[in-house]
């Protein structure tokens, strides 16, 4: 699923987390400096994309408060991972690169790490991320049908939050 599909559920949730998830890119910067590590300059697109898409969850989840949180800390997540994921594409002949989607990041760290122990080591972390995606699918379909059989409604839930977007 890409991230415009939730958009139109929210479209003031994607502006406030448009603008937060930049905002923590740009209070991200100083403290990168003050620290020594590379600094990664907020790129708008990947702000607009997924610190958006953060603000519709958020706000889906807390409100207008869950939207700019959410955001903003996605916005500081999306800046100091990729720090992380530097020297595993400097290995692969990428030196000084970055990639500021999330899911992208992520997983680059982790099958980074797990290539610093060789071919069994991916294979062993090919099994055990299909392992928690299938055990996850498990708990998830449980718990929607225990939902469904004690007459609760199966949609994102309701926090009582006030919501940002127009249905």
């Not at 448009?18 to 990168?32: K, R």
């Not at 899911?103 to 069994?120: A, E, H, N, P, S």
């Not at 090919?126 to 299938?134: D, G």
């Not at 049908?145 to 004690?150: I, L």
Request: with cysteine; proline share 6%; glycine share 16%.
């Amino acid at each position: 699923m890409d991230c415009p599909i939730v958009f139109p559920f929210a479209p003031n949730a994607v502006l406030i987390g448009f603008l937060t998830s930049f905002v923590g890119g740009l209070v991200s910067m100083p403290i990168m400096a003050l620290t020594k590590l590379p600094i990664v300059l907020p790129g708008v697109v990947p702000h607009f994309f997924c610190g958006a898409t953060a603000g519709v969850f958020g706000n889906s989840r807390g409100g207008w408060k869950g939207a700019v949180l959410g955001a903003f800390v996605q916005g500081i997540a999306i800046s100091f991972l990729p720090i992380a994921l530097m020297p595993v594409l400097g290995s692969l002949g990428f030196a000084d690169t970055t990639f500021s989607d999330f899911d992208f990041i992520t997983m680059g760290i982790y099958y980074g790490l797990l290539g610093r122990l060789g071919q069994v080591g991916v294979i062993i972390g090919l099994v055990v991320m299909y392992a928690v995606i299938v055990a996850g699918s498990v708990v998830l379909s449980r718990r929607a049908k225990k939902a469904v059989a004690e007459g609760a409604p199966t949609g994102s839930g309701s926090t009582g939050a006030t919501s940002v977007g127009a249905h």
